[in-house]
Each structure stands twice: as structure tokens, then as C-alpha cells.
């Protein structure tokens, strides 16, 4: 029997890491803890998080802490943040470290993987949560599920097993597909679409549970995501872009994603990491991506105005 996960280090206490952090505080408090640094190491021990109207007080470690390392590292920043993030993690990871990294795009893992080895890593996804932050205010209505596992096809492994008998203990609903990789991809597309245009368009999720404008735009998105996964060998199709429609069917059509929440807050988006990363693998690959590169300007100039 694998040996239980009891040390947790969570990078990154916003919408994403707060919820998921409150849910694993409450299974066991001892087991958790944020790592941070500077003023919002502060700001965290001195204002604490507020979840579902629930105050929580998570011990904050400082990242140059040097008691012993995690037995699981969550990394859930924004993409701008991920570079501050491996360096505030590095006394979190020792030789047996898991590390899953929640955030949003496909470049998360690799860029993890370089500083402390794909070794370590297990690739995830956050899917269905309606996470919303407010300054340490944080509500949801649904807990999404953590799909995770091994990278490619590999069948699942001891780290699998011990992550998944963690988030059973702390009632997180989780999967492991048999290609983690595809998987990937698969949440990268529904970003790249759903959540660039309800930023460009100022569209809540009900904006795109109708035909119209907003969901005609998203799959022209989409669709050039899956054309530069066509030549990258991995396995997207237009029956991808119809499958997500069972997922968005459920979310509150008042609900926001998590893009149009950082404009509303006035805060920097990660479009680098969608639209970008269309525009660089489409020039790298000879693919067209006109839609992303419109996506890209519309909400470049959106962040201009307030940034």
C-alpha cells in the first residue's frame, strides 16, 4: 500500500488554489499549507481567506522555509506569475515530490519540468469549477473535477494512486484518463475559445449556451486549435468542440470564466498563454490563425485601457 500524501504545499492562493486549499484544510488541517513570499505572504497571515463565507486560517509558509519538502506540490498562479512560482517552490520539492500543476494552458508542465524534471509530474486539469475571487473572498457553487495522471498514455502508477486516494479522503472529484496529453489539449481548446471571447465580448457563460455571436466565434477559435493538434499528432477533432457543450450546459449562465473575471477586476489576462500560444505554434507549424490573432489584439487593447 502506497504511503499516504499528508504534506501539502499549495503556490498560488487565488479563485483556483483557494477553493481547493479550503476543501483539503477541511479533511485535514494539518496538511496543508500556501508558500509565498513578500507582501502577499503578509497579506495572506495577516487577512487569511474567506471560502463560501467560511474564514479560514491556512498556515502560509515563507517560500525560504527551510523545514522539509511536500509530499505534494499544487502549483495554481496565473501564467505571469509561473516564473515567481518555481522559484518560490524550490524548498517545497524534494527527491519524492509530487507536483500538479492546476493552471490553465499546455506549457505549465514543461516549463516546471525543466527547473525541477519531469520526474515529478503528474499532468492535470481543473474542469467545471465556478471559483470566483474577491480579494481573499472566494466563492464557488461547484467543485469541478481534477483530471489528472501519468504524461501520454501510460497506465496509472503509484503517484496516481496515492493523489487519488487524497482528493477521495478530502471528497474532490477527480479523474484519470487513460492519455493525459490529449486531455491537455482538450482543456487548452475550450480556453482558447470560451474564455477569450466572453473576455473580448464581455459574454458570461449563458452567452454561449445559445447559438449566436459569441458561441460562432469561440468554435472558429477553437477549430484552429484543433487543426495545430492535427499536426502535432494528437488526437482533437470537431466531435471535441460538440462534446464540450455537455460541460458548458451545466455552468450558470450568469457565471464568469475566469478571463472576464480579470478584466472585470482590472487585472492582467493570461491571452499569452491562449492566443499567444495559437499564434506561435501556428507561425512555427505553417497554420493559419486568424481568429486568434483578432482574439489576441481585442484583448490586448481591452488590458491597454486599464493596465
Known amino acids: 500500500m502506497e504511503r499516504p ?23 485535514d488541517p494539518a496538511s496543508v499549507s500556501f508558500v509565498a513570499t513578500g507582501e502577499h505572504l503578509c497579506r495572506l497571515r495577516d487577512r487569511g481567506l474567506v471560502v463560501n463565507g467560511k474564514p479560514y486560517t491556512i498556515p502560509v509558509r515563507d517560500a525560504d ?39 490553465n494552458g499546455v506549457e505549465s508542465e514543461e516549463r ?25 473572498r472566494i466563492t464557488y457553487t461547484r467543485k469541478g473535477k481534477i483530471c489528472f495522471g501519468e504524461a501520454g498514455t501510460r497506465p496509472p502508477g503509484p503517484r496516481v494512486r496515492r493523489v487519488r486516494a487524497l482528493f477521495a479522503r478530502a471528497a474532490i ?14 482543456k487548452f481548446m475550450i480556453n ?24 460562432e466565434l469561440m468554435e472558429s477559435a477553437m477549430r484552429e486549435v484543433v487543426l495545430l493538434a492535427s499536426h502535432l499528432h494528437i488526437s482533437l477533432t470537431e466531435a471535441d468542440i460538440t462534446g464540450w457543450y455537455a460541460v458548458l ?12 473575471q480579470d478584466v472585470d477586476a482590472r487585472r492582467k489576462t493570461e ?29 490586448r487593447r481591452i488590458e491597454d485601457s486599464y493596465l
Not at 249 to 260: F, I, K
Not at 272 to 288: D, H, P
Open 5 to 27: 500524501i499528508t504534506h501539502i504545499a499549495i503556490i498560488g492562493a487565488g479563485a483556483v488554489g483557494g477553493a481547493y486549499g479550503a476543501m483539503l484544510h477541511d479533511a
Open 173 to 186: 472529484p477527480c479523474e484519470t484518463p487513460p492519455d493525459m496529453t490529449r486531455i491537455l489539449w482538450w
Open 65 to 103: 522555509d527551510t523545514s522539509a519538502p511536500a509530499d505534494l506540490v499544487i502549483v495554481a498562479v496565473k501564467h505571469h506569475q509561473l516564473d515567481e512560482a518555481l522559484d518560490e517552490m524550490r524548498r517545497s520539492v524534494g527527491e519524492e515530490t509530487i507536483i500538479l500543476s492546476l493552471m
Open 249 to 260: 450546459g451545466g455552468l450558470s449562465p450568469d457565471a464568469s470564466t475566469s478571463m472576464l
Open 112 to 136: 516546471i519540468g525543466r527547473v525541477y524534471g519531469d520526474n515529478h509530474i503528474l499532468p492535470a486539469i481543473v474542469l467545471g469549477i465556478d471559483a470566483v475571487r474577491d480579494g481573499n
Open 271 to 299: 491571452v499569452e498563454m491562449f492566443a499567444g500560444k495559437v499564434i506561435e505554434l501556428g507561425r512555427r507549424l505553417g497554420v493559419a490563425t486568424p481568429v486568434n490573432e483578432r482574439l489576441f489584439a481585442m484583448i
Open 192 to 215: 482558447v475559445g470560451v474564455n477569450q471571447v466572453s473576455a473580448a465580448l464581455h459574454a458570461r457563460y449563458g452567452a454561449f449556451q445559445a447559438p449566436g455571436e459569441a458561441r
